[in-house]
């Protein structure tokens, strides 16, 4: 009897499954959900520089001059948990104090006058969230999305969004994200002095990344 049964169990599964729509019947193989993937994404020994770019016009200039600050001095880290941003590990940090540009006393200046880098030696990004990550991360091609974070400057802490477009390759990615904020938005005055006839008050901010998963055991 039981041996009758199982044979007209496996018939009656057969003939349900003739007539399920091949969509269904690939589920099993194309429909499963993995298993969350943690990664840490951390900066690679090269090709990592934090940038601002801001107008002004200078007494000995006929034209407007935009300013360029430069550090490759970045640390921190940027850890995905499923796709989802892991926010009490993913920082990072950029120090003021190592920004240079073409000018001296413009770089004097602001680390003392404007940023007050002993005061507030860093600039950090702390991230909560990536619109438009596509998920898994690809192993090549180019992608757009954002960067969505709480950014500190000279001690004030403001809710910030980048711009990035980013490439994967040679199993890291590279690219830029950029921002633009106000002196005023972070308690700071635009610089004055006899020199800068003028400078605007919309300060743009670039971070040319490359990053790499970081080896297990660090």
Known sequence: MRAALTATSL????LASAHLPREVLRCESDCR????????LVPAPDGNEARFRVKEQLAMLTMPNVAVGVTSRITGALVLDG?????????FSVALDSLK???????GYIKHRTLETDR??????AVTALPGLPWPLPDSGTMTFQ?????????????????VTAEAK???FTGTASTRVKFEDFGMTQPRVAIVLS?????GLEYQFHLIPERSGH
Do not use: C, M
């Open 170 to 172: 040679d199993g890291g």
């Open 120 to 125: 507030f030696p860093t600039a950090d990004l």
């Open 199 to 203: 400078v605007e008050d919309d300060i």
């Open 101 to 107: 540009s073409d000018r001296d006393r413009r770089d």
């Open 33 to 40: 959900v993995g298993p969350a993937v943690r990664i840490r």
């Open 83 to 91: 796709g989802k941003v892991v926010p009490a590990e993913s920082r």
């Open 11 to 14: 018939i009656f599964v057969w």
């Open 147 to 163: 960067i969505v974070g709480d950014l500190t400057i000279h001690g004030v802490t403001r809710p910030s969004t980048w711009q």
